[in-house]
Nanobody
Framework: QVRLVESGGGLVQRGGSLRLSCVAS????????MGWYRQAPGKQRELVAR???????NYTDSVQGRFTISRDSDQNAVYLQMNSLKFEDTAVYYC??????????????WGQGTQVTVSA
């Protein structure tokens, strides 16, 4: 129904930067919110940052001031600029979208995930 395609993950040195991108496509009428979650090995998936339409972005405390989320509503896209990366930012990052479609109402969708690894 709705497909989220992520890009931009990879290997980066501590203190470096990466920019993640995610584009939504498919059977969607309106995107209510988009954002990013992450899951490190042995840990639960956690919210990194998200934006609901018409509202300010919210971030998890550990990335506040280092990560910036932005949306391009015309492109159905969301981006995550990650600066001053730390070892503990290593995780699989998942794009999330809450989407309204006439055939299914409001529903959460997820991307396939992109690996971010921070090295020494």
């Amino acid at each position: 129904q709705v497909r989220l395609v992520e890009s931009g993950g990879g290997l980066v040195q501590r203190g470096g930067s990466l920019r993640l991108s995610c584009v939504a496509s498919g059977n969607l009428f309106k995107i209510n919110g988009m954002g990013w979650y992450r899951q490190a090995p042995g840990k639960q998936r956690e919210l990194v940052a998200r934006i609901w339409s018409g509202r300010s972005a919210n971030y998890t405390d550990s990335v506040q001031g280092r990560f910036t989320i932005s949306r391009d509503s015309d492109q159905n896209a969301v981006y995550l600029q990650m600066n001053s990366l730390k070892f503990e930012d290593t995780a699989v990052y998942y794009c999330w979208a809450n989407v309204y479609g006439f055939s299914y109402g409001s529903q959460d969708f997820w991307g396939q995930g992109t690996q971010v690894t921070v090295s020494a």
